[in-house]
């Protein structure tokens, strides 16, 4: 029995760089949200629509990776 240690470097390398990259569209979207509470509670309207832009873009983005890694994960949508 041989490992394959390069693929196994590769393999890690991926699941960081993924989780990596769904924690940051995360925090976007959680930080776009602040952005939007923030403005309306100072009542700032300059900005408000293309944070509101913003916050929708990045939570559907994470809505997104969700549903694919369930269908990724369910055998009966393939």
């Known amino acids: 029995m041989s ?8 393999v ?4 960081v760089a993924g989780a990596a990259f769904i924690l940051s569209v995360t925090s ?5 949200l602040a952005a939007v509470r923030l403005k309306r509670q100072s ?3 300059k900005g408000l629509h293309l ?7 990045f939570i559907a983005c994470v809505v ?3 549903v694919f890694g369930l269908w990724l994960l ?5």
């Open 51 to 57: 944070a509101e832009v913003a916050a929708g873009f």
């Open 28 to 32: 976007a979207a959680v930080r776009m």
């Open 12 to 15: 890690t390398l991926v699941t």
């Open 64 to 66: 997104g990776i969700a």
């Open 43 to 45: 009542g700032q309207v």
């Open 74 to 78: 369910i055998p009966y949508f393939h």
């Open 3 to 10: 490992i394959d240690w390069s693929s196994l470097g590769l």
